[in-house]
């Protein structure tokens, strides 16, 4: 069974800058896209950022030039930059890999104070 566990979270003045990780039971290239969804209080989880197998990237309006996603296949983990966070960039942030099904991780929760 896989599994993706988060860390990084925590809470954090409006500007400033978090790096969330997320550490797969195995390897990363057994995935074919990997990526992070948040899900704000009261709202539908949506998409944030993707990253596929061969390191193409992908990335919700809202956070282009300020997030960026990255992997390190060595340490089978992908990461989530996070620069210039906004108070509504608070959410629970979640990873997650796809082979032929999905899998998730439990969260890691980002709160932004303004």
């Known amino acids: 069974q896989v599994q993706l566990v988060e860390s990084g979270g925590g809470l954090v003045q409006a500007g400033g800058s978090l790096r969330l990780s997320c550490a797969a039971s195995e390897s990363i290239f057994s995935f074919n896209v990997m990526g992070w969804y948040r899900q704000p209080p009261g709202k539908q989880r949506e998409l944030v950022a993707t990253i596929t197998i061969g390191g193409v990237t992908n990335y919700d309006d809202s956070v282009k030039g300020r997030f960026t996603i990255s992997r390190d296949n060595a340490k089978n983990t992908v990461y989530l930059q996070m620069n210039s966070l906004k108070a509504e960039s608070t959410a629970i942030y979640y990873c997650?890999?796809?082979?032929?099904?999905?899998?998730w991780g439990q969260g890691t929760q980002v709160t932004g104070s303004s």
């Open positions: 997650k890999a796809r082979q032929c099904r999905a899998y």
